[in-house]
């Protein structure tokens, strides 16, 4: 049976992880991967998920299962540290944020399968490829204006305007994958109205909280979103901002009209993961859950997310810089204003590949950037590879 077998095309950034990995070339510089990598090219452990595991191991008796739909004080921990208030809302633990996205959208499948699911383009490759395995519908809507770099606030409107009660508009909560765009205050605002009045159902993917310009002000589009809109779903990762990737500590909240309906809701969710994996992990959910719940280790553990995010955007000013000495104004001054880990830079493949092969430079083919990786050096290197790109038409 196996000899009919076709594999489905791997996904790209997890093939770039494998390309890089084989390149014996000890300059290779990875910007591709989405991982945060300090100034030493570490991705370490928080010191307050090292100090609540310490907790967890000294307090934990048994390893028995908990629940199906997951702790709930993590869940709760989980919903006032998003929502800042309580209501009826449905919530289930999942393993990472790709597990919440892949539940809300096996939701959505249940609750309507005829629906159609708005992503922005671009977007996250996985989000188009989880719902294509689900055979829902897809279309984008606008997004990233490709002359401008920046925001299409008309194209994105007119978009969104269009969009048939009952469909679904995925969002990300903050420091959009791959652009870095963030909306601004007024321009969620108006996301939100809009949804809200054409009767849509925002799926919001929260998996950069705390990278973009803190925890409160990454969540300020979320808010206006569960202020204006009846009915929401978030899917949470705590992968980067908690630092627990391999963890896989995830969840969905699920924001319903009345008790009634939570209730209903919870029911689903809670078979949901029963269907896909039963009991979500725990560990890690319980390591949010102690560093959330205690005073101290949450102020540790805001303290090390705001070093992170100030860090990446120093790379992101020094990347900046080292553009305009290049002449290349217009992009760095996207560059500087983007948010998060990521900004495209707006190669072409061909382009991306050449940077890999001729200066071993790995960007993802979009030509996405991880600004968390980008030392001084590698700033350097790429800017003058690209402005030799943009003068040649191709090599550098
Ligand atoms: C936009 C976006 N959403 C969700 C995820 C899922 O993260 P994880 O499954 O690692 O928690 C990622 C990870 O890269 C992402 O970039």
């Known amino acids: 049976m196996f000899e009919t077998l076709t594999a489905p095309e791997s996904d790209k950034i997890i093939r770039l992880m494998g390309i890089f990995a084989a390149d014996p070339r000890p300059e290779k510089i990875d910007l591709g991967v989405g991982v945060y990598r300090n100034s030493q090219g570490q991705t370490p452990i928080m010191a307050a998920v090292k100090a609540a595991e310490q907790q967890v191991w000294e307090a934990q008796k048994s390893k028995s299962y908990i629940s199906l739909a997951g702790d709930k004080a993590y869940l709760e921990a989980v919903e006032d540290l998003l929502f800042a208030t309580r209501g009826a809302k449905a919530a289930i633990a999942t393993p990472g944020g790709t597990g919440a996205l892949r539940q809300c959208f096996e939701a959505l499948k249940y609750l309507r399968p005829s629906l159609t699911v708005w992503l922005p383009e671009p977007t996250w490759p996985n989000h188009a490829s989880i719902l294509h395995y689900l055979g ?52 969620w605002h108006g996301i939100a109205v809009t949804l809200a009045a054409r009767g849509a159902l925002p799926v919001i993917d929260m998996a950069y909280l705390g990278f973009g310009r803190g925890v409160e002000a990454d969540l300020a589009g979320l808010r206006m979103i569960a202020a204006e809109c009846p009915e929401v779903l978030v899917g949470f990762s705590a992968s980067k901002s908690f630092g627990l990737y391999r963890d896989r500590v995830g969840a969905v909240l699920a924001q319903c009209q009345t008790p009634a309906i939570q209730s209903e809701m919870q029911g689903l969710l809670t078979w949901l993961n029963r269907q896909n994996y039963a ?39 020094c990347f900046a810089a080292d553009l305009r000495r290049h002449q290349m104004a217009d992009l760095a001054d996207q560059i500087a204003a983007q948010r998060g880990m990521f900004s495209l830079l707006g190669l072409s493949p061909d382009e ?12 993802v083919d979009d030509s996405r950037v991880n600004l968390a990786a980008m030392t001084p050096e590698a700033s350097r290197n790429v800017a003058g590879a690209i402005s030799a790109l943009a003068q040649t038409g191709q090599s550098a």
Do not use: K
Not at 165 to 175: E, F, I, P, S, Y
């Open 136 to 187: 829902l519908r897809v279309e984008t809507y606008r997004f990233r204006d490709a002359t401008t770099g920046g925001l299409d606030h008309t194209g994105l409107m007119a978009d969104l305007a269009q969009i048939a009660r009952g469909d679904a508009v995925v969002l990300h909560g903050c420091c959009h994958n791959p652009t870095g765009i963030e909306p601004s205050s007024e321009i």
């Open 279 to 317: 009991f979500p992990p725990d560990h890690g959910a319980r390591v949010v859950q102690v560093i959330l719940d205690d005073e101290t280790l949450r102020a540790n553990w805001i303290a090390e997310l705001s070093a992170m995010r100030a860090e990446i955007d120093a790379n992101r000013q």
């Open 352 to 363: 991306v590949h050449h940077l890999r092969n001729a200066r071993g430079i790995y960007l």
